[in-house]
């Protein structure tokens, strides 16, 4: 089993940034590929970051691309999703995922989940 937390929510203005922070606890040890998803009030929840076990291999989002950087330091089992040049679509609860062996961006292939953080960018 492998527990997530999440943190580094909060409430900001466009164009600022954020670091969110994934903390893992549990069978940690074997460096599990991990993503980032958030939902928006009304919509389901979609892909934001993924991260391969050994940090070598990312993935992103066209609508984050180049704005959002995914990063981890497994000697403290943490995911990190920095958020730059933030968007008020970029509002939603941001949650962090992981799985013993799939690296992608379906959301159902990924067996373990966080409770979640809230982003909020006004205008």
């Known amino acids: 089993q492998v527990q997530l937390e999440e943190s580094g929510g909060g409430l900001v203005q466009t164009g600022d940034s954020l670091r969110l922070s994934c903390a893992a606890s549990g069978r940690t040890s074997l460096n599990y590929p991990m993503g980032w998803f958030r939902q928006a009030p009304g919509k389901e929840r979609e892909f934001v970051a993924a991260i391969a076990g050994s940090g070598g291999s990312t993935l992103y989002a066209d609508s984050v691309k180049g704005r959002f950087s995914i990063s981890r330091d497994n000697a403290k089992n943490t995911v990190y999703l920095q958020m730059n040049s933030l968007k008020p679509e970029d509002t939603a609860v941001y949650y962090c995922?992981?799985?013993?062996?799939?690296?992608?961006?379906?959301?159902?292939?990924?067996?373990?989940w966080g409770q979640g953080t809230q982003v909020t960018v006004s205008s």
């Open positions: 995922a992981a799985d013993t062996s799939y690296y992608g961006t379906n959301l159902r292939e990924y067996d373990y």
